[in-house]
């Protein structure tokens, strides 16, 4: 549950670049901001590991579930 979350995670520290989906909470790639984060957040893991690639996975906007406001 999000309560469970640590303060500094990412979620608390900047709320408002989120969208609740059902029990997730998905990155809003229409915000600038978050694509920035991203960004940087890759360019990090790339540089300290050796990987083969990077994969993002459902990268769209939600569709409605039933009783959803």
Same mark, same amino acid.
């Given at each position: 549950?999000?309560?469970d979350i640590?303060?500094?995670?990412i979620t608390k520290l900047k709320p408002e670049w989120?969208?609740?989906?059902?029990?997730?909470?998905?990155f809003n790639p /229409? =915000?600038?901001e978050v694509r920035?984060?991203?960004?940087?957040?890759i360019g990090d893991i790339v540089s300290r590991y050796d990987v083969d /690639? =990077?994969?993002f996975d459902d990268y769209f906007y939600p569709f409605p579930m039933?009783?959803?406001k």
């Open positions: 549950k999000f309560s640590h303060p500094s995670h989120f969208l609740d989906y059902g029990t997730m909470r998905l /229409g =915000i600038p920035h984060y991203l960004i940087e957040l /690639g =990077i994969h039933p009783n959803m």
